[in-house]
């Protein structure tokens, strides 16, 4: 599967597959034959350019829970990188770039599962205030108010699959 990989300010795509019994890495879309393989629980002999390089590889907590942390360390010395789901990374640029709303409609940016109400109707809320939890691609993704308003009606139920652009939760403008 493909992944994103930063280290220190590089951002490249990386998959590492196997085809006819040999392993290949796609480096930004450059295809490098490999070999690789585990001598130990986090320690790999890496063969790559008729080179041999012994790599030990260990997880390390990153801040961000859709990066995955790891350090590796070779015989030239340490590198942190993390990796990151492709679909994930699109998906918080999607939900990041998009108007959750449309007037005073919030509809669902993609097809999930609504798994929290966090508001009622005739209930006030203010602007940036989360109305609902919807899991999407293992993903849960707080929706929150645009705006000061009154919760006009809400659309949807907990545990209810959603379709893509389906209205979830109808918001009125507060008189100041």
Same mark, same amino acid.
């Given at each position: 599967?493909?992944?994103?990989l930063?280290?220190?300010?590089?951002t490249?795509e990386?998959?590492i597959?196997r085809?006819?019994?040999?392993?290949?890495?796609?480096?930004?879309?450059?295809?490098?034959?490999?070999?690789?393989?585990?001598?130990?629980?986090?320690?790999?002999?890496?063969?790559?350019?008729?080179?041999s390089v012994?790599?030990?590889?260990?997880?390390?907590?990153n801040?961000?829970p859709?990066l995955?942390g790891?350090?590796?360390t070779t015989?030239?010395?340490?590198?942190?990188?993390?990796?990151?789901? &492709?679909?994930?990374? #699109?998906? =918080?640029?999607? +939900?990041?770039?998009?108007?959750?709303?449309?007037?005073?409609?919030?509809r $669902?940016?993609?097809?999930g599962?609504?798994?929290?109400?966090?508001?009622?109707?005739g209930?006030t809320?203010e602007?940036?205030? &989360?109305?609902?939890? #919807?899991? =999407?691609?293992? +993903?849960?993704?707080e929706?929150?108010?645009?705006t000061?308003?009154?919760? $006009?009606?809400?659309?949807v139920?907990?545990?209810?699959?959603?379709e893509?652009?389906?209205?979830?939760?109808?918001l009125?403008?507060?008189?100041?």
């Amino acid at each position: 599967m493909k992944r994103t990989l930063v280290i220190a300010d590089q951002t490249v795509e990386l998959e590492i597959s196997r085809r006819r019994g040999k392993t290949v890495m796609t480096w930004d879309g450059e295809e490098i034959p490999i070999d690789i393989v585990r001598v130990e629980k986090s320690s790999y002999s890496v063969i790559m350019d008729g080179r041999s390089v012994g790599v030990n590889i260990d997880r390390i907590r990153n801040a961000d829970p859709d990066l995955h942390g790891f350090r590796s360390t070779t015989y030239d010395g340490a590198y942190e990188f993390t990796l990151q789901d &492709p679909r994930k990374k #699109l998906l =918080a640029e999607a +939900m990041a770039r998009s108007k959750r709303s449309e007037g005073n409609l919030i509809r $669902a940016l993609m097809p999930g599962k609504v798994l929290k109400l966090l508001v009622h109707e005739g209930e006030t809320v203010e602007e940036g205030q &989360p109305l609902l939890i #919807l899991e =999407a691609m293992k +993903m849960q993704n707080e929706y929150t108010a645009p705006t000061t308003a009154r919760v $006009a009606k809400v659309h949807v139920e907990e545990g209810v699959n959603m379709e893509i652009n389906a209205p979830m939760i109808s918001l009125q403008q507060v008189e100041a």
